[in-house]
């Protein structure tokens, strides 16, 4: 029995799956086919009357041949009775061909060359037709008349056993039709790095299983979070190897009905054959498989993906191409809540997305057409209220929105490659505008810009830098760069390199956001860093009865130990203040003491600083 089902299983595997053609293909094919089918009905009329049969013979036998060709024209019958109809026509003739030489030998080659003919629709309906027509047709018609069929005594007497030995002929004949179908429908079908399948054969598996049954189908879309960055810090290469064991590791977390596939880049698609509830069970094994770190030339790379789901139930129209772009869409939502999450499809982010496009597209003419703004924020320093430096944060005036908050443009921007030209704009502008201020003042006023991790992954950081303290003619001390926690899941050495080399033209280095994300004692001893700014959410907990003061205590000690400067980010409150400098903390920044504001009102501050002697 055992031995019976490996050998079934062997066969399916060898045989074609019946992958659909292209529409556009089929139709050319199709045509094709159907103008064979009418030519063949003329010139067996003209043998028919060559042979010595009457008029009315000959129509007959042309007749026979052209309706099922004619009927083939019909687009309501489908792809299948269109096919199937061709077929029949092309059998016919090859059945009256043979009637017409008197059932000679050479003439039933017809048939073999028809059915390669019909192989070209990649079908197993007209294929299958095919073969059944040639049986039934030495069959029957050789039991009724076996001197029209059979050209040998034998035959004559057995119609039904050498029906079968022709039967068993065309099929050994179809075997290299068989093997060249098989063969084509792997073609461009399978991802060459993943061996996964590939958007194409994804889409037309899909397409089988919605119109097979009215089951429920759901689709999950994949992308993993920052990929571009492990690229550009340790080559592609490194990032391709990643990609292969995200593979491996998608493969695990399916079950045995679903298939996963490589849609391009960073993206991968998994078809659920169930509802949403299954999906779900599948995409949380997903995102923890891939938190797991990925060991590349014995480096752990640390990941994440954003998943989307729909199902049929949820999307509009019960096709693979609404459900592959409603998880897209989820996809993009479920970035946007922060990444390493799942969401859901639902109607409203068509419009949302249809509102990100046009958000992209108006962000890259927004630099040109003089939409950008740069506000700044001072930092205090807490013992005596004054204005240390100024943090630049970029703001953007879209002309029919108003201000468009960073956390909605920026992660726009990182996704569409904008945010290299954000941070030049930014950097020229904030480095020109303490340059100005230094002079004005006759002090030196010191400005810090955020880095964006995509921003620290290009090659051409250091030299972007340079290259605005120059135009500036900013001396390099008086310059801060901030980086997010985050960029430090990537690849520790690769941003130490790169910090150390920033550092070296003589500006300062900042954690921002520190204690949220993946900082550590460690860390902070390999990396070039000045200054720690302890994250809002713990200043923020200052007021309560939390442990948030002994946290802020710990980072303060930390820093102290090891050289470091800090500032405590998000001081709206003076308890807030009072409790910071309690905690030795130096420096604050925050509503209390300023909001960001454009440079003219950031003015102020600076004059009041240049009252105050020795400062």
């Not at 063949?40 to 026979?64: C, E, F, I, K, N």
């Not at 991968?268 to 995102?287: I, K, M």
């Not at 499809?345 to 997305?353: E, N, R, T």
């Not at 690849?491 to 080399?501: N, S, Y």
Request: net charge negative.
């Amino acid at each position: 029995m055992l031995l019976r089902q490996r050998w079934v299983e062997h066969v399916l595997r060898v045989l074609p799956e019946g992958r659909l053609l292209p529409e556009e293909v089929w139709q050319r094919r199709h045509r094709l086919i159907v103008r064979i089918a009418l030519a063949q009905a003329v010139a067996l009329a003209g043998v028919a009357t060559a042979a010595g049969h009457g008029g009315v013979h000959a129509v007959a036998d042309a007749v026979l041949v052209a309706v099922p060709a004619v009927l083939a024209r019909y687009a309501s019958w489908g792809r299948k009775g269109r096919s199937a109809a061709a077929t029949t026509s092309l059998m016919l003739a090859s059945a009256t061909l043979v009637h017409l030489t008197s059932g000679l030998t050479e003439s039933h080659f017809h048939f073999f060359v028809m059915i390669g003919v019909v192989s070209l629709y990649q079908d197993w309906v007209p294929f299958l037709v095919a073969v059944g027509i040639v049986v039934a047709h030495h069959g029957v018609m050789g039991t009724a008349d076996p001197h029209a069929v059979y050209s040998n005594p034998h035959a004559w007497r057995h119609p039904w056993l050498w029906a079968g030995v022709h039967g068993g002929f065309v099929l050994a004949a179809s075997l290299a039709n068989l093997a060249a179908w098989r063969l084509n429908e792997q073609q461009g079908l399978r991802d060459p790095l993943t061996g996964m399948a590939n958007r194409t054969l994804l889409e037309e598996t899909l397409t089988r299983m919605l119109t097979g049954s009215a089951h429920p189908v759901s689709v999950l879309f994949v992308d993993l979070d920052d990929f571009k960055t492990i690229n550009d810090t340790r080559g592609h290469a490194a990032g391709d190897e990643v990609l292969r064991t995200v593979a491996e590791r998608l493969r695990s977390c399916v079950r045995g009905g679903d298939v996963v596939a490589r849609l391009g880049g960073d993206e991968f698609a998994v078809l659920v054959d169930g509802p949403s509830a299954a999906a779900d069970t599948v995409g949380a094994r997903v995102l923890r498989a891939l938190r797991e770190p990925v060991v590349v030339d014995g480096r752990s790379l640390f990941l994440g993906a954003s998943v989307g789901v729909a199902d049929t139930s949820a999307t509009p129209e019960r096709t693979a191409q609404s459900l592959l772009l409603g998880a897209d869409l989820a996809m993009y939502a479920a970035k946007g809540a922060g990444k390493g999450h799942l969401v859901h499809y639902a109607g409203s982010m068509a419009d949302a997305f249809a509102s990100r496009a046009q958000l992209q597209q108006d962000l890259a003419l927004a630099a040109a057409s003089g939409q950008l703004e740069v506000h700044y924020q001072p930092t205090v320093q807490l013992e005596r209220g004054h204005v240390r430096g100024y943090e630049a944060l970029l703001r953007w005036r879209h002309p029919e929105r108003g201000l468009v908050p960073p956390s909605e443009f920026v992660p726009i921007a990182e996704e569409s490659g904008l945010i290299g030209e954000l941070t030049t704009y930014v950097l020229h502008t904030a480095t020109a505008q303490a340059a100005r201020w230094s002079e004005e003042i006759g002090r030196s006023v010191s400005v810090a810009v955020n880095l964006s991790p995509v921003d620290l992954a290009g090659a051409d950081i250091v030299s972007r830098v340079t290259t605005a303290l120059a135009a500036a003619g900013l001396p390099a001390h008086q310059l801060t760069l901030e980086i997010t926690e985050g960029v430090l899941v990537h690849d520790l050495r690769a941003v130490a390199a790169t910090l150390t080399e920033l550092r070296s033209l003589g500006l300062r280095v900042a954690i921002d956001d520190f204690g949220t994300g993946y900082s550590s004692l460690s860390y902070l001893r390999q990396l070039p860093v000045d200054v720690i700014k302890i994250d809002r959410s713990f200043v923020s907990d200052l007021d309560g009865a939390g442990t948030s003061a002994v946290l802020v205590s710990s980072i303060v000690e930390l820093a102290r130990s090891l050289g470091l400067d800090v500032v405590a980010e998000g001081v709206e409150t003076g308890a807030q203040a009072s409790t910071l400098r309690d905690l030795h903390c130096p420096h604050a920044q925050g509503y209390l003491y300023a909001r960001p504001v454009p440079a003219a009102e950031a003015r102020h501050a600076l004059d009041a600083l240049a009252r105050v002697p020795g400062v």
